[in-house]
């Protein structure tokens, strides 16, 4: 099993930009690919975005898509989550992920894929 940390939460005014991090420790990020999904009180988990080991395969949710942009830098064994442009509705608690399984693509991934979690990092937009 790999260990998850997320980091760079915080509070910023809509309309501004947030990067998170998320360290790795353990198993290699080797063909593992990594996602990052949010959560509000209340609601139920959501996908946020996804990307492979290479980097070469990334896919957004379209509440996200344009503002929001994934990477990762696997000597480092860190996947980020740019978070530009950011609105009220994007508060919520953000969680990284790692699949359970060597994956090639992310363009059919479900939740289920995802078998290793960070604890969260609280991300707070005000109006």
């Known amino acids: 099993q790999v260990q998850l940390v997320e980091s760079g939460g915080g509070l910023v005014q809509a309309g501004g930009s947030l990067r998170l991090s998320c360290a790795a420790s353990?198993?290699?990020?080797?063909?593992?690919?990594m996602g990052w999904f949010r959560q509000a009180p209340g609601k139920e988990r959501e996908f946020v975005a996804a990307?492979?080991?290479?980097?070469?395969?990334?896919v957004y949710a379209d509440s996200v898509k344009g503002r929001f942009a994934i990477s990762r830098d696997n000597a480092k064994n860190t996947a980020y989550l740019q978070m530009n442009s950011l609105k009220p509705e994007d508060t919520d608690v953000y969680y990284c992920?790692?699949?359970?399984?060597?994956?090639?693509?992310?363009?059919?991934?479900?939740?289920?894929?995802?078998?290793?979690w960070g604890q969260g990092t609280q991300v707070t937009v005000s109006s």
């Open positions: 992920a790692r699949t359970r399984t060597l994956v090639g693509s992310v363009q059919h991934l479900s939740e289920a894929d995802f078998g290793s």
């Open positions: 353990g198993r290699t990020f080797y063909n593992y690919a």
């Open positions: 990307i492979s080991w290479s980097a070469g395969s990334t």
